[in-house]
T-cell receptor, first 120, second 114 residues
Framework: DTGVSQDPRHKITKRGQNVTFRCDPI?????LYWYRQTLGQGPEFLTY????????KSRLLSDRFSAERPKGSFSTLEIQRTEQGDSAMYLC??????????????????FGPGTRLTVL | AQKVTQAQTEISVVEKEDVTLDCVYE???????LFWYKQPPSGELVFLIR??????QNEISGRYSWNFQKSTSSFNFTITASQVVDSAVYFC???????????FGTGTQLKVEL
C-alpha cells in the first residue's frame, strides 16, 4: 500500500464553477477525514467518515460543500458554485479508527498530498 | 474547546545547530493525544510522533526528541544537529480522547541554512 492518494493535485477554476476532488485512503483504514488548509495556517477539520457514514461535519462545511464515501472506500468532496474564498489546500487523511490486536497506534491520521484549489 | 499554540512563526538556524520548536495546548479532556507533523514544500503532512496524555515519558528517535510536560501543557520538539533537509513547516496537533478532529497549531517554519 502506498498511502493516501488524492486527485487532482492542482485545480484551477473560475468562480461559480463546481469542482470535485477524490481521496483514496490507506486500504485497511475505515476512517477518512477532510481538512482545509489556507496559506500560513494549520489544517482545519471539515468532516469525517467511518466506513460509509458521515459522522461529523464542521461549521466550515457550508451547504455548497458535500462529501461522500459511497462504499466505505474512496471519498469525494464537491464544492458547488465556487468562490474565491474557497481557494485552499484540501487535505484528506485516514486512520484505522479502532485498536489493532497487539498494537496501539490506531488513531494516527495519515495524510495525502492534498489538492490545491485556486478559484479565479 | 481545544487549542494549540505555536508561538514561533519562523526559525532560522545554521546546519548542525540544535533547535527546539514549542507547542502549548489547551484542553479540558483528561485523555487526549498530541502529535507532530512535518510539512515539506511538497505539501504532504508527514506524521512524526503521537503521545498519550497519560504517558509523560520523553521520547527520542534519532535526531528528534520530544519533551511532554502536562504541568505546563507543553509538548516541545527538538531537532539535534539540524540538516538542510529538516527545512519544513512543523505542526503540533491535539486529538481529544475518543474524538476524531485534530486541532492544529499555526505551524512553525524551520529554515536550516548551510
Amino acid at each position: 500500500d502506498t498511502g493516501v492518494s488524492q486527485d487532482p493535485r492542482h485545480k484551477i477554476t473560475k468562480r461559480g464553477q463546481n469542482v470535485t476532488f477524490r481521496c483514496d485512503p490507506i486500504s485497511e483504514h475505515n476512517r477518512l477525514y477532510w481538512y482545509r488548509q489556507t496559506l500560513g495556517q494549520g489544517p482545519e477539520f471539515l468532516t469525517y467518515f467511518q466506513n460509509e457514514a458521515q459522522l461529523e461535519k464542521s461549521r466550515l462545511l457550508s451547504d455548497r460543500f458535500s462529501a461522500e464515501r459511497p462504499k466505505g472506500s474512496f471519498s469525494t468532496l464537491e464544492i458547488q458554485r465556487t468562490e474565491q474564498g474557497d481557494s485552499a489546500m484540501y487535505l484528506c487523511a485516514s486512520s484505522l479508527g479502532k485498536p489493532r490486536e497487539g498494537g496501539t497506534s490506531y488513531n494516527e491520521q495519515f495524510f495525502g498530498p492534498g489538492t490545491r484549489l485556486t478559484v479565479l | 474547546a481545544q487549542k494549540v499554540t505555536q508561538a514561533q512563526t519562523e526559525i532560522s538556524v545554521v546546519e548542525k545547530e540544535d533547535v527546539t520548536l514549542d507547542c502549548v495546548y489547551e484542553t479540558r479532556d483528561t485523555t487526549y493525544y498530541l502529535f507532530w507533523y512535518k510539512q515539506p514544500p511538497s505539501g504532504e503532512l508527514v506524521f512524526l510522533i503521537r503521545r498519550n496524555s497519560f504517558d509523560e515519558q520523553n521520547e527520542i528517535s534519532g535526531r528528534y526528541s520530544w519533551n511532554f510536560q502536562k504541568s505546563t501543557s507543553s509538548f516541545n520538539f527538538t531537532i539535534t544537529a539540524s540538516q538542510v533537509v529538516d527545512s519544513a513547516v512543523y505542526f503540533c496537533a491535539l486529538l481529544p480522547g475518543g474524538g476524531n478532529k485534530l486541532t492544529f497549531g499555526t505551524g512553525t517554519q524551520l529554515k536550516v541554512e548551510l
